[in-house]
């Protein structure tokens, strides 16, 4: 596919997801640009040793995308959107603001549909996510890898996980509407550089990351049993199925992304710790919430349909990623 002639629009594109998409497209020629309203994406997301790698005077827009006007005049002219935003989080903030999650990610996923059908812009992409799956699959140790269509009859444990699955079901029905070519990948949990380390938003990973590079000032504390389980995916592994689903998985319904084996908590603590060189004790507490038991992914649509397959181990993933918050935090502190 000749991405250089192509006009795309990443929502979400200063998130941890949407920036390294960024940075791979403009690779391969593509004229991108990016609307983010910076809930909790950055603008250095989208820099290099603090140089833009995107022009932020034309190419990048601080929008909301709850305003539908914006998301009509937004997709005007682009031959495709790669739609990321949406209110993500760790899982306290999630269960901590179930309502204004999930009437959020609904306004945001309607209002960009509708703009891009409204726009005429042929090829839509939409991401949805893991926590989709119902809450009894995932309640036991060890469920046999998911399969797409496991995620119904649904029952999602949290108000993220239904908003998530209620932008799945718009994206089908747009796509069936048969005006626009859409594209929708499931992920399972995304980690890597480029992600959200503050308390309040962080996701498990950078948050381990963060309490290990701060530790002692900050208690290397595990929150739940670490007996819970994900299937972890490395976001240069998104990102490629994010190419190959414009490219070759347009119209194939829901493709899950996320490798048939998950890692407990504990293992990734033990990661993060390995991945510091430093002794650092840890401390787990129970009083915060741990969600789902376990998941994985039965990916087997992805390799027949993308020619997907993960790339990066969750070792190596986790040492990435320390090695980018250290700079990061290094660089903030300095
Ligand atoms: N990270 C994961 O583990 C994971 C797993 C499954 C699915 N996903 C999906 O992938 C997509 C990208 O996730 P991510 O991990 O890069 O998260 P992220 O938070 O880094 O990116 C989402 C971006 O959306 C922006 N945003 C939020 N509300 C907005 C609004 N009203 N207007 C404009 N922008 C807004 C945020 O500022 C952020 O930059 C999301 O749709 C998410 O649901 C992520």
Redesign the pocket.
Known sequence: MNWSSLDVLI?????????NLAKALLKLGADVSV????????KS?LCDQGKPFIDFDTRFFE????DADACQRLCAGRDLVI???????GINFVFGNQLFVFN??Q??DNNMIRGALQAGVARYV??????SYPAEKQAVLNPPPFREDDVYPASPESA?GWS?LM?EYLAQLASEAGTIDVGVL??????GP???MDPE?S?VIPALIRKAIRYPDEEFVVWGSGAQRRAF?YVDD?VDALIRVVERGLGAGVIQIGPDTSTSIREIAEQVVAASARTIPMRFDTTKPEGDVDRAADWSKARDVLGWHPTVDIAEGIRRTYAWCARELAAATA
């Open positions: 929502t979400g594109g200063a998130g941890q997801i949407g920036s609307a983010d309203n910076l809930w909790r994406g950055k997301n929008v909301d995308l709850t739609h990321l935003a949406d209110v993500v989080a959020q990610n306004l945001i939409y991401v949805g996510s893991a926590c993220y998530k932008g499931r992920f399972h949990n995304v980690y480029r992600c959200e938003k996701q995916v998104a």
